[in-house]
Protein backbone atom coordinates (compact mmCIF):
# COMPACT_ATOMS: atom_id res chain seq x y z
CA UNK A 1 0.00 0.00 0.00
CA UNK A 2 2.65 2.50 0.54
CA UNK A 3 5.49 2.52 -2.16
CA UNK A 4 8.87 4.41 -1.12
CA UNK A 5 10.20 6.34 -3.72
CA UNK A 6 14.10 7.66 -3.33
CA UNK A 7 13.92 10.99 -5.04
CA UNK A 8 16.10 14.02 -3.35
CA UNK A 9 15.17 16.21 -6.44
CA UNK A 10 11.85 18.25 -7.04
CA UNK A 11 12.39 18.43 -10.93
CA UNK A 12 13.22 15.70 -13.29
CA UNK A 13 14.29 13.94 -15.43
CA UNK A 14 13.61 11.36 -13.18
CA UNK A 15 14.56 7.48 -14.01
CA UNK A 16 12.74 5.83 -16.45
CA UNK A 17 12.30 2.83 -14.18
CA UNK A 18 11.31 4.70 -10.98
CA UNK A 19 8.97 7.08 -13.14
CA UNK A 20 7.02 3.39 -13.94
CA UNK A 21 7.09 1.75 -11.02
CA UNK A 22 5.05 5.69 -9.92
CA UNK A 23 2.69 5.02 -12.13
CA UNK A 24 1.79 1.75 -11.52
CA UNK A 25 1.89 2.16 -7.78
CA UNK A 26 -0.56 5.04 -7.57
CA UNK A 27 -2.58 4.01 -10.03
CA UNK A 28 -3.15 0.24 -8.17
CA UNK A 29 -4.02 2.28 -5.04
CA UNK A 30 -1.44 3.10 -3.39
CA UNK A 31 0.45 6.34 -1.77
CA UNK A 32 3.86 7.39 -2.92
CA UNK A 33 6.08 7.85 0.22
CA UNK A 34 8.93 10.41 -0.53
CA UNK A 35 11.28 10.11 2.29
CA UNK A 36 14.11 11.57 1.48
CA UNK A 37 12.11 14.95 -0.17
CA UNK A 38 11.72 17.76 2.72
CA UNK A 39 10.20 20.98 1.62
CA UNK A 40 12.07 23.56 3.03
CA UNK A 41 11.09 26.26 4.99
CA UNK A 42 13.07 29.58 5.22
CA UNK A 43 14.34 30.85 8.32
CA UNK A 44 11.76 33.63 8.49
CA UNK A 45 8.52 31.26 7.78
CA UNK A 46 9.50 29.10 10.53
CA UNK A 47 6.73 31.41 12.37
CA UNK A 48 4.09 30.27 10.32
CA UNK A 49 4.54 26.70 12.35
CA UNK A 50 1.89 28.09 14.77
CA UNK A 51 -1.78 26.75 14.82
CA UNK A 52 -2.96 30.69 15.68
CA UNK A 53 -2.39 31.28 11.32
CA UNK A 54 -5.51 29.96 11.10
CA UNK A 55 -8.49 31.87 11.44
CA UNK A 56 -9.90 29.03 13.84
CA UNK A 57 -13.44 28.26 11.93
CA UNK A 58 -12.36 26.13 8.70
CA UNK A 59 -10.00 23.16 8.94
CA UNK A 60 -7.12 24.15 6.36
CA UNK A 61 -6.05 27.77 4.81
CA UNK A 62 -6.22 27.52 1.14
CA UNK A 63 -4.62 29.66 -1.91
CA UNK A 64 -6.34 29.77 -5.30
CA UNK A 65 -3.09 29.87 -7.67
CA UNK A 66 -5.22 31.53 -10.46
CA UNK A 67 -6.20 34.42 -8.21
CA UNK A 68 -3.82 34.39 -5.45
CA UNK A 69 -6.51 34.92 -3.02
CA UNK A 70 -5.56 33.08 0.75
CA UNK A 71 -8.64 31.64 2.65
CA UNK A 72 -9.19 30.94 6.43
CA UNK A 73 -5.49 32.63 7.52
CA UNK A 74 -5.74 34.93 10.49
CA UNK A 75 -2.71 36.99 8.88
CA UNK A 76 -2.82 40.22 7.27
CA UNK A 77 -0.59 42.50 5.72
CA UNK A 78 3.00 41.74 5.11
CA UNK A 79 2.78 38.33 6.89
CA UNK A 80 -0.53 36.95 4.56
CA UNK A 81 1.94 37.92 1.78
CA UNK A 82 4.50 35.86 3.04
CA UNK A 83 2.32 33.04 3.89
CA UNK A 84 0.72 33.06 0.47
CA UNK A 85 4.35 33.11 -1.21
CA UNK A 86 5.41 29.60 0.73
CA UNK A 87 2.11 27.98 -0.52
CA UNK A 88 2.61 29.41 -3.79
CA UNK A 89 6.16 27.95 -3.81
CA UNK A 90 5.09 24.55 -2.36
CA UNK A 91 2.27 24.43 -4.74
CA UNK A 92 4.34 25.36 -7.92
CA UNK A 93 7.37 22.90 -6.73
CA UNK A 94 4.66 20.18 -6.15
CA UNK A 95 3.16 20.97 -9.96
CA UNK A 96 7.05 20.67 -11.30
CA UNK A 97 6.95 17.09 -9.66
CA UNK A 98 3.70 15.53 -10.79
CA UNK A 99 4.49 17.09 -14.30
CA UNK A 100 8.04 15.73 -14.32
CA UNK A 101 7.44 11.85 -12.98
CA UNK A 102 3.85 11.19 -14.24
CA UNK A 103 3.10 10.97 -18.03
CA UNK A 104 -0.04 13.06 -17.56
CA UNK A 105 -0.81 15.85 -19.66
CA UNK A 106 -2.84 18.59 -18.68
CA UNK A 107 -3.14 17.91 -14.92
CA UNK A 108 -4.68 20.85 -13.43
CA UNK A 109 -3.60 22.61 -10.34
CA UNK A 110 -6.53 23.32 -8.09
CA UNK A 111 -6.12 24.81 -4.27
CA UNK A 112 -3.56 24.49 -2.45
CA UNK A 113 -3.46 24.19 1.66
CA UNK A 114 -1.55 24.73 4.69
CA UNK A 115 -3.07 22.29 7.76
CA UNK A 116 -1.50 23.87 11.06
CA UNK A 117 -3.70 22.68 13.22
CA UNK A 118 -2.81 19.67 15.31
CA UNK A 119 -5.37 16.82 14.16
CA UNK A 120 -5.41 15.39 17.51
CA UNK A 121 -7.60 16.43 19.95
CA UNK A 122 -10.14 18.22 17.48
CA UNK A 123 -13.66 18.24 17.08
CA UNK A 124 -15.80 17.75 14.59
CA UNK A 125 -19.15 15.94 13.09
CA UNK A 126 -18.38 12.56 11.61
CA UNK A 127 -19.12 13.68 8.29
CA UNK A 128 -16.59 16.00 8.71
CA UNK A 129 -14.02 13.86 10.74
CA UNK A 130 -10.91 13.23 8.59
CA UNK A 131 -9.79 11.04 11.24
CA UNK A 132 -12.66 8.79 10.33
CA UNK A 133 -11.32 6.16 7.54
CA UNK A 134 -12.66 8.14 4.18
CA UNK A 135 -12.43 8.56 0.22
CA UNK A 136 -11.97 12.37 -0.92
CA UNK A 137 -15.63 13.61 -2.53
CA UNK A 138 -16.34 17.43 -2.71
CA UNK A 139 -19.86 18.38 -1.43
CA UNK A 140 -19.71 21.64 -3.73
CA UNK A 141 -17.43 20.92 -6.61
CA UNK A 142 -18.51 18.35 -8.73
CA UNK A 143 -16.11 15.93 -10.59
CA UNK A 144 -18.20 13.86 -12.93
CA UNK A 145 -15.67 10.96 -12.61
CA UNK A 146 -12.46 13.21 -12.58
CA UNK A 147 -9.58 12.10 -10.20
CA UNK A 148 -8.35 13.85 -7.20
CA UNK A 149 -4.59 13.59 -6.86
CA UNK A 150 -2.86 15.05 -3.66
CA UNK A 151 0.73 15.93 -3.32
CA UNK A 152 1.43 16.42 0.90
CA UNK A 153 4.33 17.49 2.53
CA UNK A 154 5.33 16.91 6.45
CA UNK A 155 6.32 20.56 7.14
CA UNK A 156 6.07 19.86 11.47
CA UNK A 157 9.91 20.12 12.75
CA UNK A 158 8.99 16.93 14.72
CA UNK A 159 6.04 15.67 14.78
CA UNK A 160 4.97 12.91 12.16
CA UNK A 161 2.06 12.85 10.70
CA UNK A 162 -0.29 9.56 11.19
CA UNK A 163 -2.64 7.95 9.09
CA UNK A 164 -4.22 5.11 8.70
CA UNK A 165 -5.02 3.44 4.94
CA UNK A 166 -7.68 1.29 4.34
CA UNK A 167 -8.95 -1.50 2.23
CA UNK A 168 -9.08 -1.72 -2.05
CA UNK A 169 -11.52 0.67 -3.08
CA UNK A 170 -13.37 -1.86 -4.73
CA UNK A 171 -13.88 -3.81 -1.66
CA UNK A 172 -15.38 -0.56 0.23
CA UNK A 173 -17.57 -0.03 -2.84
CA UNK A 174 -18.58 -3.37 -2.53
CA UNK A 175 -19.52 -3.28 1.00
CA UNK A 176 -21.27 0.20 1.33
CA UNK A 177 -23.08 -0.14 -2.61
CA UNK A 178 -26.06 -1.99 -1.59
CA UNK A 179 -26.79 0.54 1.62
CA UNK A 180 -26.84 4.28 -0.35
CA UNK A 181 -30.00 5.69 -1.07
CA UNK A 182 -31.43 5.63 -4.12
CA UNK A 183 -30.95 9.18 -5.95
CA UNK A 184 -33.31 11.73 -5.80
CA UNK A 185 -34.00 13.09 -9.54
CA UNK A 186 -34.19 16.74 -8.95
CA UNK A 187 -31.86 17.21 -6.47
CA UNK A 188 -28.74 17.99 -8.41
CA UNK A 189 -30.50 20.24 -10.23
CA UNK A 190 -32.09 22.08 -7.50
CA UNK A 191 -28.09 22.15 -5.74
CA UNK A 192 -26.85 23.94 -8.75
CA UNK A 193 -30.15 26.57 -9.01
CA UNK A 194 -29.46 27.38 -5.03
CA UNK A 195 -25.78 27.47 -5.57
CA UNK A 196 -24.74 24.77 -2.94
CA UNK A 197 -22.60 23.52 -6.05
CA UNK A 198 -20.59 24.60 -8.60
CA UNK A 199 -22.15 22.90 -11.67
CA UNK A 200 -24.60 20.00 -11.72
CA UNK A 201 -23.75 17.07 -9.75
CA UNK A 202 -23.38 13.68 -11.72
CA UNK A 203 -24.48 10.32 -10.36
CA UNK A 204 -20.78 9.46 -9.93
CA UNK A 205 -20.72 12.69 -7.58
CA UNK A 206 -23.88 11.69 -5.49
CA UNK A 207 -22.58 8.45 -5.40
CA UNK A 208 -18.75 8.88 -3.78
CA UNK A 209 -20.72 11.69 -1.04
CA UNK A 210 -23.02 9.06 -0.30
CA UNK A 211 -20.34 6.19 0.20
CA UNK A 212 -17.67 8.73 1.95
CA UNK A 213 -20.92 9.52 4.69
CA UNK A 214 -21.57 6.13 4.52
CA UNK A 215 -18.56 4.65 5.44
CA UNK A 216 -17.75 7.23 8.42
CA UNK A 217 -21.06 6.45 9.93
CA UNK A 218 -20.46 2.90 9.97
CA UNK A 219 -18.31 2.25 13.38
CA UNK A 220 -18.02 -1.20 12.55
CA UNK A 221 -16.07 -0.75 9.46
CA UNK A 222 -14.08 2.53 11.30
CA UNK A 223 -13.11 0.06 14.26
CA UNK A 224 -12.39 -3.73 12.37
CA UNK A 225 -12.20 -3.29 8.60
CA UNK A 226 -8.57 -3.91 7.19
CA UNK A 227 -5.89 -0.65 7.36
CA UNK A 228 -2.89 -0.04 7.74
CA UNK A 229 -0.91 2.33 10.33
CA UNK A 230 1.45 4.76 8.08
CA UNK A 231 3.86 7.62 9.65
CA UNK A 232 4.77 10.65 7.34
CA UNK A 233 7.84 11.20 9.18
CA UNK A 234 8.90 15.25 9.75
CA UNK A 235 10.65 16.46 6.46
CA UNK A 236 8.72 13.36 4.12
CA UNK A 237 6.02 14.18 1.07
CA UNK A 238 3.67 11.70 -0.17
CA UNK A 239 1.42 11.55 -3.18
CA UNK A 240 -2.02 9.73 -3.63
CA UNK A 241 -4.98 9.47 -5.23
CA UNK A 242 -7.34 10.40 -2.43
CA UNK A 243 -10.81 9.54 -4.52
CA UNK A 244 -9.31 6.21 -4.57
CA UNK A 245 -7.52 5.28 -1.51
CA UNK A 246 -9.70 4.70 2.01
CA UNK A 247 -7.42 7.27 4.76
CA UNK A 248 -7.84 8.59 8.05
CA UNK A 249 -5.58 11.57 8.95
CA UNK A 250 -5.02 10.37 12.81
CA UNK A 251 -2.59 12.67 13.95
CA UNK A 252 0.02 15.35 13.40
CA UNK A 253 0.51 19.42 12.50
CA UNK A 254 1.83 21.55 9.87
CA UNK A 255 1.35 19.95 6.47
CA UNK A 256 1.07 21.50 2.80
CA UNK A 257 -1.51 19.80 0.20
CA UNK A 258 -1.59 20.83 -3.08
CA UNK A 259 -4.63 19.14 -5.04
CA UNK A 260 -4.32 18.34 -8.84
CA UNK A 261 -7.60 17.37 -11.04
CA UNK A 262 -7.16 14.68 -13.97
CA UNK A 263 -9.35 13.52 -16.32
CA UNK A 264 -9.80 9.38 -16.00
CA UNK A 265 -9.01 9.08 -19.85
CA UNK A 266 -5.15 10.41 -18.88
CA UNK A 267 -4.65 7.30 -17.05
CA UNK A 268 -2.74 4.74 -18.58
CA UNK A 269 -5.47 2.13 -16.91
CA UNK A 270 -8.78 4.18 -16.61
CA UNK A 271 -10.56 1.12 -15.57
CA UNK A 272 -8.97 1.34 -12.17
CA UNK A 273 -10.44 5.07 -11.57
CA UNK A 274 -13.41 5.13 -9.59
CA UNK A 275 -16.09 5.96 -11.30
CA UNK A 276 -15.21 3.01 -14.35
CA UNK A 277 -15.48 0.26 -10.94
CA UNK A 278 -18.42 1.77 -9.29
CA UNK A 279 -20.02 1.82 -13.14
CA UNK A 280 -18.94 -2.10 -13.57
CA UNK A 281 -20.34 -2.57 -10.27
CA UNK A 282 -23.69 -0.78 -10.75
CA UNK A 283 -24.24 -1.55 -14.03
CA UNK A 284 -25.05 1.83 -14.87
CA UNK A 285 -22.95 4.96 -16.53
CA UNK A 286 -22.46 7.93 -13.84
CA UNK A 287 -21.68 10.55 -15.89
C1 LIG B 1 -7.58 14.05 4.54
O1 LIG B 1 -7.45 14.26 3.33
O2 LIG B 1 -8.48 13.35 4.90
C2 LIG B 1 -6.66 14.69 5.56
C3 LIG B 1 -5.26 14.37 5.28
C4 LIG B 1 -4.29 15.15 6.13
O3 LIG B 1 -4.55 16.31 6.42
O4 LIG B 1 -3.26 14.57 6.48
FE1 LIG C 1 -9.42 13.01 2.91
Sequence with gaps: MIEELPLTQWQGPFDAAVKARALEALESG?????????????????????????DGKAKNISLDHTTGKMQASSLTGE????????????????????????????????????????VKGRSYSKISDDRLLHIDAFPTRPMHGRRILRFFANVAPSSPRHWHVGQPFEE???????????????????????GVTRGKRSLYDEL??????????DSDFQSNSQHQNVIFAPGSCWLVFTDQVLHAALGGEFALEQTFHLDVAQMR???????????????????
Design 30 to 54: SVLYFPQLPFRLLESETEFLDARVA
Design 269 to 287: EPARAPIRVLERLSGKALA
Design 79 to 118: RAVRLAALMERFGSSAATLVNDLLPYQNVERARTSFRPVQ
Design 172 to 194: FARRFLPQVGPHLPGKSWLYEKL
Design 208 to 217: MLSLHDAGKL
